[in-house]
C-alpha cells in the first residue's frame, strides 16, 4: 500500500482518486486507510467527518428521499457490480472487426448501438490517470499503472425530462440508469477488445482509473464549463462519461471548440442557481497549477447528502443543455461559430429559464 507520505509529492503532477470527494467519503474510521489519509490530509478529517454524519445518499433522512424512486435507484447502482457480457453480442462484433480495417469505425459503432451519443478516440496522456487507487480500501493507495496508449470515450444522455425534475430524487435514478448504461458500454467493448488480443481495460462506476472530462475533451466531444463539467455538442451537460483504454492504435481524433469557455464566462447561470453556492461565480484562478473556476466540492457534496439525492440542478440549467431538438441545435450552431452572439443568446435564454431552478435554491 502507498502511504499518506507520497499524496502529491512535488515529482507527482498527476491527480490522485484518494481526494476525490467519494473516496473521501468512503474512509471508516478505525481502518488502516483512514488513519493514513488522515495522517497526511488533516485539513480534511474535520470537515469530512462532519459530512459522514449527514444523511447518505439513497437512504432514508434526505429532504427528497423518495422510497420507491430511491430504491429502484439503488437497485441499479447495484446491478453495475453484477453486469454479464452477451457472448453472442461479442462473437458477432469480433467477426465484423475481423472483416475491417477500419477498428476506429467499427468500435464507434458497437458504442452507438449500445445507447452512446457521441463517442471519441485520444492519444492517452499520463496526466489523464490517476496516481493512486482510492475508492476501495482493499485496494487503497495502490500506484496505478496504466500504460495504453488510447482512449476511447462515449457519452450518454441524461434524460432532459428528468433533468428537468432537479434536485428530487428522478434525477438519481436518472444517473443509475445512464451509469449502469455506461458501465455496459464500457465492459461490452473492452470484452470485445481482450477477445481480439488487446489490452483493454473499462473505465465505469467506482472503477476509473482515469480522469474523463479532460480526456473527453482531448477525444473531442467538448469542453469543461464554469460548473467543472464537460459541456457536450448537442447535449450540454446533460452526459454521464464513460471510456475503455486500450493499446489498441487508431487514428485520434482533436478537441473542439464550442465556444464554452466565453459564453461561460458571461453567463454565470450554474453558479447564481447552484443552492450550495458550490460554483464559482468570478474569474477563473488558478487551482493546483491549472486556470479554471473551482467548485468547492465539500459545499456541493454537503447539499446532496442533505437532500438525498446527486441534485443536478447546474446541468440542467445550462443553456447548452437544452432539448435537443433542430430549434436548440441550430442557436447552438450559431453561439459555437459567432461569440459575439453570446450576450443576445443569454439574454434571451434567461428570458425564457431564468427563474426555472428558483424554488429549489
Same mark, same amino acid.
Given at each position: 500500500? #502507498?502511504?499518506?507520505?507520497?499524496?502529491?509529492?512535488?515529482?507527482?503532477?498527476?491527480?490522485?482518486?484518494?481526494?476525490?470527494?467519494?473516496? %473521501?467519503?468512503?474512509?471508516?474510521?478505525?481502518?488502516?486507510?483512514?488513519?493514513?489519509?488522515? #495522517?497526511?490530509?488533516?485539513?480534511?478529517?474535520?470537515?469530512?467527518? &462532519?459530512?459522514?454524519?449527514?444523511?447518505?445518499?439513497?437512504?432514508?433522512?434526505? !429532504?427528497?428521499?423518495?422510497?420507491?424512486?430511491?430504491?429502484?435507484?439503488?437497485?441499479?447502482?447495484?446491478?453495475?457490480?453484477?453486469?454479464?457480457?452477451? !457472448? @453472442?453480442?461479442?462473437?458477432?462484433?469480433?467477426?465484423? /472487426?475481423? *472483416?475491417?480495417?477500419? =477498428?476506429?469505425?467499427?468500435?464507434?459503432?458497437?458504442?452507438?448501438?449500445?445507447?452512446?451519443?457521441?463517442?471519441?478516440?485520444?492519444?492517452?496522456?499520463?496526466?489523464?490517470?490517476?496516481? &493512486? *487507487?482510492?475508492?476501495?480500501?482493499?485496494?487503497?493507495?495502490?500506484?496505478?499503472?496504466?500504460?495504453?496508449?488510447?482512449?476511447?470515450?462515449?457519452?450518454?444522455?441524461?434524460?432532459?425530462?428528468?433533468?428537468?425534475?432537479?434536485? %428530487?430524487?428522478?434525477?438519481?435514478?436518472?444517473?443509475? +440508469?445512464?451509469?449502469?448504461?455506461?458501465?455496459?458500454?464500457?465492459?461490452?467493448?473492452?470484452?470485445?477488445?481482450?477477445?481480439?488480443?488487446?489490452?483493454?481495460?473499462? @473505465?465505469?462506476?467506482?472503477?476509473?482509473?482515469?480522469?474523463?472530462?479532460?480526456?473527453?475533451?482531448?477525444?473531442?466531444?467538448?469542453?469543461?464549463?464554469?460548473?467543472?463539467?464537460?459541456?457536450?455538442?448537442?447535449?450540454?451537460?446533460?452526459?454521464?462519461?464513460?471510456?475503455?483504454?486500450?493499446?489498441?492504435?487508431?487514428?485520434?481524433? &482533436?478537441?473542439? #471548440?464550442?465556444?464554452?469557455?466565453?459564453?461561460?464566462?458571461?453567463? *454565470?447561470?450554474?453558479?447564481e442557481t447552484c443552492p450550495s453556492r458550490a460554483l464559482d461565480a468570478e474569474e477563473k484562478k488558478m487551482v493546483n497549477g491549472e486556470?479554471?473556476?473551482?467548485?468547492?466540492?465539500?459545499?456541493?457534496?454537503?447539499?446532496?447528502?442533505?437532500?438525498?439525492?446527486?441534485?443536478?440542478?447546474?446541468?440542467?440549467?445550462?443553456?447548452?443543455? =437544452?432539448?435537443?431538438?433542430?430549434? &436548440?441545435?441550430?442557436?447552438?450552431?450559431?453561439?459555437?461559430? /459567432?461569440?459575439?452572439? =453570446?450576450?443576445?443568446?443569454?439574454?434571451?435564454?434567461?428570458?425564457?429559464?431564468? +427563474? *426555472? /431552478?428558483?424554488?429549489?435554491?
Open positions: 500500500m #502507498s502511504t499518506g507520505k507520497d499524496l502529491f509529492s512535488k515529482q507527482n503532477k498527476k491527480y490522485d482518486e484518494r481526494d476525490t470527494m467519494f473516496s %473521501r467519503m468512503a474512509r471508516k474510521r478505525g481502518t488502516p486507510a483512514y488513519e493514513d489519509y488522515y #495522517s497526511c490530509r488533516k485539513e480534511y478529517r474535520e470537515k469530512d467527518d &462532519h459530512l459522514r454524519q449527514l444523511p447518505r445518499l439513497l437512504e432514508p433522512g434526505g !429532504k427528497y428521499y423518495h422510497p420507491q424512486i430511491t430504491t429502484e435507484a439503488r437497485r441499479i447502482f447495484d446491478a453495475i457490480e453484477k453486469i454479464s457480457m452477451d !457472448k @453472442q453480442v461479442i462473437d458477432s462484433w469480433a467477426s465484423r /472487426f475481423k *472483416k475491417t480495417d477500419n =477498428h476506429k469505425r467499427l468500435i464507434h459503432n458497437l458504442c452507438r448501438s449500445l445507447g452512446a451519443i457521441r463517442v471519441g478516440f485520444a492519444e492517452l496522456d499520463q496526466a489523464f490517470v490517476y496516481s &493512486h *487507487k482510492g475508492r476501495f480500501d482493499e485496494v487503497y493507495g495502490r500506484v496505478i499503472e496504466l500504460n495504453h496508449p488510447t482512449g476511447i470515450v462515449f457519452l450518454v444522455e441524461m434524460d432532459f425530462y428528468a433533468m428537468q425534475q432537479a434536485p %428530487r430524487a428522478q434525477v438519481i435514478r436518472e444517473s443509475a +440508469h445512464q451509469y449502469y448504461r455506461a458501465a455496459k458500454i464500457a465492459l461490452t467493448v473492452e470484452a470485445l477488445l481482450q477477445s481480439l488480443g488487446y489490452a483493454a481495460k473499462a @473505465q465505469y462506476d467506482a472503477h476509473y482509473d482515469l480522469v474523463l472530462p479532460p480526456l473527453a475533451v482531448a477525444a473531442g466531444l467538448g469542453e469543461v464549463g464554469r460548473n467543472n463539467i464537460l459541456i457536450s455538442d448537442g447535449y450540454g451537460s446533460r452526459v454521464r462519461i464513460g471510456a475503455i483504454s486500450t493499446d489498441l492504435i487508431v487514428e485520434y481524433d &482533436h478537441p473542439v #471548440s464550442l465556444g464554452v469557455d466565453h459564453f461561460c464566462q458571461i453567463c *454565470k447561470k450554474c453558479a486556470l479554471k473556476w473551482s467548485t468547492n466540492v465539500e459545499r456541493c457534496y454537503a447539499y446532496w447528502r442533505g437532500i438525498g439525492t446527486d441534485c443536478g440542478i447546474c446541468m440542467a440549467v445550462c443553456p447548452f443543455s =437544452h432539448k435537443y431538438n433542430w430549434l &436548440h441545435n441550430l442557436v447552438r450552431e450559431i453561439v459555437y461559430r /459567432f461569440s459575439w452572439t =453570446h450576450s443576445l443568446a443569454l439574454y434571451l435564454d434567461n428570458l425564457i429559464y431564468r +427563474h *426555472k /431552478f428558483r424554488q429549489n435554491r
